[in-house]
């Protein structure tokens, strides 16, 4: 079968195959056993690498289980971010900032200390009915062109617009990156950071291909992405959020040659070489295959404690067919997730207390990226205990 690129172009070449999953946030209170075929492909003409199969966004957006304040981390990464928004841009009681993605307004509500004009959108109406409502306004929908239109009639401009881990969860791209043109102020920076493919898949970090990550971006496609909608790359930097992400801020007008640094390193990776694409798919099936003959090890006489029921761990127990009968059940700090089935699997999710109840001593950390402070919590509620982690390589240690 032949799939799209979102550029229109209809020959997306096949990179990674990684079977099927479920949707990595459908945490339900009844066994959700649906999956849908997960594959990436690379378009040879706009050099996105992309998911070949897009699902209707409302099946995965309207009730989201990920919220941004579920845990420490995450929080003061925002806190980072609305300080690094700051320094490139003077925010006062006059600057009109929009939040596409607001999750739960983390971001809005550290901006509103300093500008009362803000505006967030986002489709998750159980989070957003959540959210104190002094603000400008609160859009409980998509970002499209539909509401683009609507706030460019209302606000004209926005001189800050945010959009964290959103650009690469959407089939719409090109609409939501001409609608940010539209409405970015001339001396006004478009903020985004995503899951880079450089520090991930190309890694062989796997968990970060789901249905909701519909592209995985490089600088080049992203620069020829923005570039489509009257915006200039002004700052590029790599962090370490999402087990490696890229931050690029864009204006209207910029001259700066800050980024070009990454820009080059991209091209001694050979980054328009479809080759550097299919190379990754084959790194990703050597860990595969390491990460369960670890599982397999790990579960050899007793049941296993997932710690964290993040969307990768979802991606890493389906793409490594994790046995869920070796599975006791599994352990997450948001409380959208407590008492609710892992998709796709028969186990459940609970709260840390669970441990109180349980002998089990060992634990496969499926929320890797947080490791230092999920260790640190088990430690308060076990001893002597084999951990094992899937990246960045499979490895089980004896703790105590
Ligand atoms: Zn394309």
Same mark, same amino acid.
């Given at each position: ?49 992309? =998911? ?10 309207? !009730? ?8 420490? $981390? ?6 980072? *971010? ?14 009109? =900032? ?18 009362? !004009? ?7 109406? !159980? ?34 617009? *945010? ?63 923005? !570039? ?39 091209? $001694?990776?050979? *980054? ?42 979802? *991606? ?10 070796? =599975? ?73």
């Amino acid at each position: 079968m032949k799939y799209k690129c979102i550029c229109d172009n209809s020959d997306l070449i096949e990179c990674i195959n990684l079977g099927s999953i479920p949707l990595v946030n459908n945490f339900k209170k009844t066994y959700q056993p649906k999956k849908y075929p997960l594959s990436m492909g690379i378009c040879k003409k706009c050099m996105l690498f992309q =998911i070949q199969k897009n699902i209707n966004p409302k099946l995965m957006f309207n !009730n989201y289980a990920h919220i941004s304040s579920g845990s420490k $981390s995450n929080v003061s990464h925002i806190k980072k *971010v609305f300080k690094k928004i700051s320094r490139i841009k003077k925010i006062n009681n006059r600057t009109k =900032i929009l939040e596409i993605g607001c999750n739960d307004g983390t971001l809005l509500e550290i901006a509103q200390k300093k500008t009362k !004009n803000v505006v967030g959108v986002d489709p998750a109406k !159980n989070l957003m009915s959540k959210i104190k409502k002094n603000y400008l306004e609160l859009i409980p929908d998509f970002f499209n062109k539909k509401n683009g239109e609507y706030l460019k009639s209302k606000y004209k401009q926005f001189d800050v617009i *945010v959009a964290l881990n959103v650009i690469p969860h959407t089939i719409n791209v090109k609409e939501i990156l001409g609608q940010v043109g539209k409405l970015l102020s001339d001396d006004g920076i478009f903020f985004m950071e995503g899951a880079y493919f450089f520090d991930t898949i190309y890694k062989g970090k796997f968990d970060t291909i789901y249905h909701e990550h519909v592209s995985s971006f490089t600088l080049h496609s992203l620069k020829n992405l923005l !570039n489509k909608s009257k915006m200039k790359i002004h700052f590029a930097e790599r962090i370490p959020t999402q087990g490696g992400s890229i931050r690029v801020i864009a204006k209207k007008k910029s001259s700066s040659q800050q980024w070009k640094k990454i820009y080059r390193n991209e091209k $001694s990776k050979n *980054v328009g070489k479809i080759s550097t694409y299919k190379k990754a798919g084959k790194l990703i099936e050597r860990i595969i295959f390491k990460i369960n003959k670890n599982f397999q090890k790990l579960s050899a006489s007793e049941k296993v404690v997932l710690l964290g029921a993040p969307a990768r761990g979802v *991606v890493i127990s389906h793409v490594c067919n994790i046995d869920q009968k070796k =599975i006791d059940f599994a352990i997450d700090d948001s409380k959208t997730k407590y008492n609710t089935f892992f998709p796709g699997k028969k186990f459940k999710v609970y709260n840390w207390e669970k441990l109180n109840k349980s002998e089990c001593k060992n634990f496969f950390i499926l929320s890797w990226n947080y490791k230092k402070d999920l260790l640190k919590k088990l430690k308060k509620y076990k001893k002597n205990f084999n951990l094992m982690v899937p990246f960045p390589q499979p490895k089980i240690s004896k703790l105590n």
